[in-house]
């Protein structure tokens, strides 16, 4: 339990890496808000381990859930886009979801979404064009019928104007026949009749080239009406057309194809490199997340040691254990400061410059109000500090106390007492300490860890012995498990084709599929690691074991001969018969020696010789071995 906290939760709120635990040495009441608002807590990964220190499987899947949900959330990122795949691939695994090797032929839906937008915004664009050259060809249209009501209001002046200059003709005529009437009668009607006819022949014509005129222009009118309308539909219909022939599938189609899709359940499982957070996804990264996925499919991985090595995987992450607290300078020019607190130190980010500092270089660290002092030594051995402001009281405390939590917990052997009994009193249990300073009225502890992380090892292994359950490391249980996989994979690499040995039909199918032994091999190179690893630490144990033998089988007087004779009455067995010969006494217990014995030790004890006489009899002749082998055989016979 030492490894998870509690804080306070909200289904509205997003989760963030600045983390507010809860004080689990005092009442919860002291740590609310008391808004009257229901109390909801979550519980998170405090302190991130390695995954061989996790010795529970419960507690593996609690860590496995937290990373997953950082993960995705992205509080935790990919090194690269080839990273992030591999990571999904895990979690997929993790997760017992099925790989299909159909997932390898289908097509992309993200590409697919692609290409269909770019058709959308196509169409979009020529839909837009297509009006722009309707509204030209209207204001052309428009333009070009006033200009035509132009001319004919100017041309309709101009007739007005030859009739009424026709009019003015006929009254001058009438003037000089009245004042020649009396001159000429005769010629006066005459001349009148003529005037009437022509005038009566000019009225009917300039109504009828009037009417005429009209007529022409409702023609033109109805012309250019009908042709605008054909125009209109012509256009209507191109861009139905266009509309109709342009997308490959409708919506319907689109979306059945994509739930359709193989790929579809990967979609879940979407994860983002560090610096490309803003960036599009490439279109084959589905294919990519059901390659690995198919790897680890061939390797036949079960979902625990799937968790185990998407645990193992994070541990190189950047940002992988660590608190973020966001703030700003003390000085005036107020640049935006954030401090990362992880397992090894802090990590101070002002502006463009970075700054590591370790626990061991750590001074002090102090908090006060909103404000957080740290003090530390440089690389130079000199003294500075960093003083910034955080937006709340509460976070600069939370700060001051992660930094010691952490240091504590992953760097000291023990926790000492000025960090389990620091603590804080509020207005009542001020007062009361005044006239009894050991009372618990008011009292709230600062920090609330208790074991470092040996300690919480240690702890756990004896509870676990305790109660009879097995606290085998995961990394020996991911061996058993992949075991009986490796030779066969090692089979398929000698023969140079998928069909090893021992290979089932869904083995050959999902290599021949794209899924490359290769790439099932790569993935096993922490797997191997982990079983050279335990074949170098047997081995060191194996000659440990045989160089102690070899030294407790050797002469104690020559220390280069092995042991073959007891001393009687003493019964010590300590020298070689060549040494023994010399002797008079015991070495060990100084009794005199009645007579020495030949021994014959076990078989398996004399399959052990000490380093000295191996490199001794590797260094002598076959000549000189022959003597001492004659020698040997003489004593066994004299002394049978």
């Known amino acids: 339990m030492e490894y998870f906290g509690l804080e306070h939760w909200s289904p509205n709120q997003k989760e963030s890496r600045t983390r507010q635990w809860i004080n689990l040495r005092n009442r919860l009441t002291c740590d609310s808000s008391g808004s009257g608002i229901q109390l909801m807590l979550a519980l998170r990964v405090k302190f991130w381990v390695p995954v061989h220190f996790i010795l529970q499987e419960s507690a593996r899947n609690l860590f496995y859930m937290q990373a997953k949900v950082d993960l995705l959330e992205g509080r935790l990122n990919a090194r690269n886009w080839t990273n992030a795949a591999k990571l999904a691939a895990l979690m997929c695994q993790a997760d017992g979801i099925r790989f299909t090797e159909a997932s390898l032929k289908c097509e992309c839906p993200m590409k697919i979404r692609k290409e269909q937008e770019k058709l959308r915004q196509q169409e979009q664009h020529q839909q837009q064009q297509q009006q722009q050259q309707q509204q030209q060809q209207q204001h052309a249209q428009c333009s070009h019928k006033t200009g035509k009501d132009k001319e004919h209001v100017l041309s309709f002046k101009k007739r007005r104007l030859s009739k009424q200059k026709s009019v003015e003709n006929i009254e001058n005529v009438h003037c000089q ?299 020996e249980t991911v061996t058993d498990d992949l075991g009986r996989l490796l030779p066969r994979l090692v089979s398929a690499v000698n023969d140079g084709n998928g069909a090893a040995g021992g290979y089932t039909s869904d083995d050959s199918a999902s290599c021949s599929s794209g899924v490359s032994l290769d790439g099932a091999l790569s993935m096993t190179s922490k797997l191997d690691l982990v079983i050279r690893e335990k074949e170098e630490r047997e081995a060191a144990i194996e000659r440990c074991v045989d160089t102690r033998i070899s030294e407790a089988m050797t002469c104690k007087i020559c220390m280069d001969r092995a042991i073959n004779t007891m001393f009687n009455p003493c019964c010590h067995v300590m020298a070689c018969d060549q040494c023994a010969a010399r002797c008079e006494n015991c070495p060990n217990c100084r009794v005199n020696i009645t007579n020495v014995v030949k021994i014959y030790l076990p078989p398996e004890l004399r399959t052990h010789p000490s380093p000295i006489t191996s490199e001794h009899n590797h260094l002598m002749s076959n000549d000189n071995q022959q003597q001492q082998q004659r020698s040997e055989g003489s004593k066994v016979t004299s002394a049978a």
């Open 177 to 475: 026949a009245s004042t020649s009437y009396a001159a000429n009668s005769l010629s006066l009607t005459s001349t009148s009749r003529l005037s009437l006819e022509a005038v009566a022949t000019a009225n009917s014509g300039g109504a009828a080239y009037s009417h005429e005129t009209h007529t022409k222009v409702c023609n033109d009118n109805k012309t250019s009406s009908n042709s605008s309308n054909s125009n209109n539909t012509s256009s209507s219909s191109s861009t139905a057309n266009t509309t109709n022939t342009s997308p490959a599938y409708d919506n319907e189609t689109i979306e059945k194809l994509l739930i359709s899709s193989p790929l579809r359940i990967y979609e879940d499982y979407l994860i983002r490199p560090f610096n490309e957070q803003n960036s599009e996804l490439p279109d084959d990264f589905l294919r990519q997340i059901a390659v690995e996925h198919g790897k680890l499919f061939t390797l036949k991985m079960p979902a625990k040691s799937a968790k185990y090595w998407l645990l193992q995987e994070i541990q190189d992450l950047v940002g992988y254990g660590e608190e973020i607290f966001c703030g700003v300078t003390a000085n005036e020019s107020s640049i935006r400061c954030d401090i990362a607190v992880g397992a090894h130190g802090v990590k101070v980010t002002i502006g463009d410059s970075i700054n590591n500092i370790p626990f061991s270089a750590i001074a002090a660290a102090k908090s006060f109000r909103r404000t957080f002092k740290l003090e530390y030594v440089d690389d130079h051995n000199d003294r500075r500090e960093v003083e910034i402001k955080l937006p709340k009281h509460a976070i600069a405390a939370g700060l001051y106390r992660s930094i010691t939590e952490r240091h504590a917990f992953y760097v000291c052997d023990k926790v000492r007492g000025v960090v389990t009994n620091q603590f804080t009193r509020d207005l009542k249990g001020t007062i009361a300490s005044m006239f009894k300073e050991d009372t618990e009225l008011g009292k709230r502890y600062v920090f609330d860890i208790q074991r470092t992380s040996r300690e919480v090892h240690d702890q756990a292994r004896r509870v676990l012995h305790e109660r009879g359950i097995e606290t085998s490391v995961q990394s």
